[in-house]
DNA sequence: GAAGATTAGTTAGCATAGCTAACTAAATTC
DNA sequence: GAATTTAGTTAGCTATGCTAACTAATCTTC
C-alpha cells in the first residue's frame, strides 16, 4: 500500500486514541492491582517503592516529583512505607531533606512484586504472535517518551 | 529515522516490560488526573460515566463488571454520579435491577474532558514523528487486546 | 550576627475510591 | 409458601489525592 507521509493524524483519530490510551491504563492497572495486592501494600506505595529501588535514594521531595504528587501526599505514603519497614530515612547534611533508601525489605517484596506482574503479563502476551510481542515492547518506549511531554 | 530501539524481548526483558507498562500506565494516568480535575469529577466517577456514555446504558453490576470493581464501591460511585446529575436510574421489569443511563450533563461533560485530554495528548505526540504516532495507535490496539487476558 | 525570607517536610482536615461483611428486597426454585 | 439465590445498599476500614497552615532548618541581607 502506498501509504505516504501525507497521511497525518487527523484530529478525530487522535481523540479515539486519547479515549482508548486513558481507558486501556485505567484497566490496565486495575488488573495488576489484584496481583499487587498480594504484597499487601498499597498501589502508591509500590511505585514509590520502585523509584527508590530501581532509581536509587533520594529525598522526599524528589521523590513526590517523581511520582507526580504533593508533598503531603508523598509524606504520607513514605510513612506507610517506613511503618511495613520498607523503606528507611537517613539524615542529611542538609537538617531539612531527609535521605530515602529501599531497605533490604522493600527490595525483596518489589521484586517478587515484578515478579507477580511478569508472569500475569506473559500469561496476557502468549495470546499475541512474536511479532506483536516485540512490537508491545518497543511501543512501551513511546509511551514513555510521551509521558513527560504531557 | 528515529526508529525505535529495535531490540530482541528476551526472556528477561519481560520483567523489564511489566514494569514500565506498570509504571508508565501509573504515570500517565497522574498526568491525565491533573487535566480530569477540571471537570470536577473524580477518575473513577469519570471512567464509569465514560462506559454509560460510550457503551450505553445498563445494570449497577454491569457496570461494576466493566469497571472491575466490586458492587458495593460502584454503588457509591454511581451515588456520586447521581447526586451530581450525571446519571439517572430507572426501573426496570425486575425489580432487583436499576437501569443506569447518562444524563445530557453527564454526556457533556464527558466530552468536555475528552477533548482536553486530546488537546494533552496531540501536544505530547507533537514531539514524535509521523510514523510514532501511528505506531503509538498500534499499542493501544494491543494493549485492548490483552488487558481482558490479564 | 540577628531579622526576615525561603525551603523541606509534617499535620490537620476533607473527598474519593477500593475492599469485606452484613443487611434488605425482589425473584426464582422446590 | 418456604427456602434459596440474586441485585443492590449500608457500615466501616484503609489508602490516596488535595489545600491550608504549621514547624524547623537554612539562606539572605543588612
Known amino acids: 500500500m502506498a501509504d505516504v507521509k501525507s497521511k497525518n493524524m487527523a484530529p478525530r483519530d487522535a481523540a479515539a486514541i486519547a479515549d482508548r490510551l486513558h481507558s486501556a491504563a485505567i484497566h490496565l492497572l486495575r488488573k ?3 496481583r499487587d495486592r498480594e504484597s499487601g501494600v498499597g498501589p502508591a506505595q509500590l ?3 520502585s523509584v527508590l529501588v530501581f532509581g536509587g535514594a533520594r529525598s522526599l521531595g524528589e521523590l513526590a516529583d517523581a511520582e507526580q504528587v504533593r ?3 508523598m509524606s504520607r505514603i513514605v510513612a506507610g512505607l517506613q511503618r511495613s ?3 528507611r530515612r537517613l539524615p542529611t547534611e542538609d537538617g531539612r531533606r531527609v535521605r530515602l533508601e529501599a531497605s533490604a525489605k522493600g527490595t525483596k517484596i518489589l521484586q ?3 515478579k507477580r506482574r511478569v508472569e ?3 500469561k496476557a502476551l502468549s495470546s499475541l ?3 506483536e510481542q516485540k512490537h508491545l515492547a518497543e511501543l512501551v518506549d ?3 517518551q510521551i509521558i513527560p511531554k504531557l
Chains 1, 2 share one sequence.
Open 129 to 131: 504472535s512474536e511479532n
Open 71 to 73: 508533598p503531603p501526599t
Open 47 to 49: 511505585s514509590a517503592l
Open 120 to 122: 500475569s503479563l506473559a
Open 32 to 34: 495488576l492491582r489484584v
Open 142 to 144: 513511546l509511551l514513555q
Open 85 to 87: 519497614g520498607l523503606v
Open 112 to 114: 517478587e512484586g515484578r
